[in-house]
């Protein structure tokens, strides 16, 4: 087994450490997820991420199980799927999740869309500190929300998310929501972080990649790791999978920084909290 990649740790609110860079398997069928999550793991990635909604919690749980690594190396991400928010549906599913990661506890699990015209999330929000109580979720927190979904749950409980998972890259930087998030002492995840791709062309991001001489996909997880964020890269490339985690060697410099932050256009891959709905 190699070496664990450096990832830097951080800490979330109730002191729970999470690696800053971890791997995503949104759209990993099963058998990619099992071999791209073993992949991860061999390259020395330690925290992964999924979802109920990607189908593939029991290839990740297997991927993991096999690697031998012991449970507390490697830190799993999942969410509660869009149908299960009431409250008993909530627990059904949680208890499903564990089962099929094969586990006792997540180490984050979260909320991962808000549905605000559809859902009574603030009820959902604390079926998910139920979780957290009981020890079978170490910390919990949301996915999609924005200012006003973090305002209502915090106001109704009193009590903020560890993290908050929202889509980010550079033609979607979101600093206003990444601030808001930050004044509140909640961590900033960045989904799609290279665009599902789609940036990986981009000319500036491509003429900065040829200066480094590194690749545009290291280019881009290392401007959201200098920005503080978590940031979780999916492949199913055993080689494009070690080397979206080779970022730990070089630093983009300020100019670097500043000229993809000029990309920002508010532009989406993914859809916008305020259409994902139960039909
Ligand atoms: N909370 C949410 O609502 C939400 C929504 C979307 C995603 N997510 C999470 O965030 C993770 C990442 O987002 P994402 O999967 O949508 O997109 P992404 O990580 O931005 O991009 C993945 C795409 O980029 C390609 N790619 C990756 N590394 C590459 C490289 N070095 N060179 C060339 N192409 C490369 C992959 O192709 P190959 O696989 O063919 O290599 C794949 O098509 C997901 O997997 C999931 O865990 C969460």
Known sequence: MSSAVPSPLIEMAGGVLIPQLGFGTYKATSSEAYSSVRAALDAGYRHIDTAEMYGNEPDVGRAIADSGLA???????????????????????????????????????????????????????????EFQADGRARAVGVSNFEQKHLRAIIDATGVKPALNQIEIHPYLAQRELVDFD????????????????????????????????????????????????????????????????????????????????????GQRTGSSPDNVELA
């Not at 990986?200 to 491509?206: A, E, G, M, N, R």
């Open 71 to 129: 449970r507390d190396e490697v830190f799993i991400t999942s969410k509660l799927n869009n149908p299960f928010h009431e409250p008993a549906a909530a627990r059904r599913s949680f208890a499903q999740t564990l089962e099929d990661l094969q586990v006792e506890a997540v180490d984050l699990f979260l909320i991962h869309w808000p549905m605000a015209k559809t859902t009574d999330y603030v009820a959902t929000w604390r079926t998910m500190l």
């Open 182 to 265: 930050t004044e509140l002492g909640i961590v900033t995840a960045s989904w799609s972080p290279l665009g599902r791709g789609a940036l990986l062309t981009d000319p500036v991001l491509t003429s900065i990649a040829d200066e480094l001489g590194r690749s545009t996909a290291q280019v881009i997880i290392r401007w959201h790791l200098q920005r503080g964020l978590v940031v979780i890269p999916k492949s199913v490339h055993p080689e494009r999978i070690a080397s979206n985690a080779d970022v730990f060697d070089f630093e983009l410099s300020d100019d670097q920084m500043a000229r993809i932050n000029s990309l920002d256009r």
